[in-house]
C-alpha cells in the first residue's frame, strides 16, 4: 500500500539558508500535518491544511511557511534556518474516514 | 488545552517479562481519540492502536493490551512476554474529534529497553 512520502531524507544545510522540505500524502488523503522532533523529545506539532486550506497551527516560527498544493502535496518552508532547527521532520496525512495519522518516514535536517 | 502525561522516562526489562506503560490525558473534549504509537531505532512513527472517547472497552492484538479508564483518563499499555524487538520508544497520543486537521498531541515517549 502507498504511503506517505517524504523528500529529501536527510538535507544539510549552514546557518541562515533556506530548506525545502516536501510531503506526498497517501491518495485521497486531504489532511497533511507537519511535526518537528528534536533529539530525545516528542514530536512537535507545526501546522496542518486541510482541504488545501490551514487547518490547526502550532509552534511554528515565524520564519517558516507552509502550504498545501492542489495535488494535496505540501512544502515546509524554512529560512534563515538556525542551529536549533535540526531535528527530525516528520509529515503524515489523514483522511476524513481514518482518524488516525499516517506518518512518513522523515527529514532528517542538520544545520551547521 | 490537551495534554498528555507518559511519567515513565525510561522502562527496561528482561525479556518474556510483562511490562505497562502508563499514559494519563487532560482535556475539556467530549469526543477524542487516544493513540499509541511507537518509534523504533529506525526512526518512524508507526501506530499501534487508536480508540475513541466514548468507547472503554480494552482490547487485545496479540502480546498486546491496552486499558483505557475515563474515569482516572488514563490509557496503558501492556505487552506480555516481551521481547527484544519491542525495544523502541512509545507515545502516547490524543486528538480532538470534531475538526478536521486538528492536531495529535503526543506525550513525552517512554524508552522501553528488552534486555535478552
Known amino acids: 500500500a502507498a504511503g506517505v512520502i517524504q523528500s529529501p531524507r536527510h538535507l544539510i544545510k549552514e546557518k541562515r539558508e533556506t530548506a525545502t522540505l516536501k510531503c506526498y500524502p497517501i491518495?485521497?488523503?486531504?489532511?497533511v500535518y507537519w511535526y518537528q522532533q528534536g533529539p530525545g523529545q516528542d514530536p512537535q506539532f507545526l501546522i496542518s491544511?486541510?482541504?488545501?486550506?490551514?487547518?490547526d497551527k502550532g509552534s511554528i516560527p515565524d520564519r517558516f511557511s507552509a502550504q498545501q498544493f492542489s495535488d494535496y502535496h505540501s512544502e515546509l518552508n524554512m529560512s534563515s534556518l538556525e542551529l536549533g532547527d535540526s531535528a527530525l521532520y516528520f509529515c503524515?496525512?489523514?483522511?476524513?474516514?481514518?482518524?488516525?495519522?499516517?506518518f512518513g518516514s522523515g527529514t532528517q535536517l542538520s544545520v551547521l | 488545552a490537551q495534554k498528555v502525561t507518559q511519567a515513565q522516562t525510561e522502562i527496561s526489562v528482561v525479556e518474556k517479562e510483562d511490562v505497562t506503560l502508563d499514559c494519563v490525558y487532560e482535556?475539556?473534549?467530549?469526543?477524542?481519540?487516544l493513540f499509541w504509537y511507537k518509534q523504533p531505532p529506525s526512526g518512524e512513527l508507526v501506530f499501534l492502536i487508536r480508540?475513541?472517547?466514548?468507547?472503554?472497552q480494552n482490547e487485545i492484538s496479540g502480546r498486546y493490551s491496552w486499558n483505557f479508564q475515563k474515569s482516572t483518563s488514563s490509557f496503558n499499555f501492556t505487552i506480555t512476554a516481551s521481547q527484544v524487538v519491542d525495544s523502541a520508544v512509545y507515545f502516547c497520543?490524543?486528538?480532538?474529534?470534531?475538526?478536521?486537521?486538528?492536531?495529535?498531541?503526543f506525550g513525552e515517549g517512554t524508552q522501553l529497553t528488552v534486555n535478552p
Open positions: 503524515a496525512s489523514s483522511s476524513r474516514t481514518h482518524l488516525k495519522l499516517f
Open positions: 491518495p485521497r488523503h486531504d489532511t
Open positions: 491544511f486541510y482541504e488545501k486550506m490551514q487547518s
Open positions: 482535556t475539556r473534549d467530549t469526543t477524542y481519540y
Open positions: 480508540r475513541n472517547s466514548f468507547d472503554e
Open positions: 497520543a490524543l486528538r480532538r474529534g470534531e475538526t478536521s486537521g486538528s492536531r495529535l498531541t
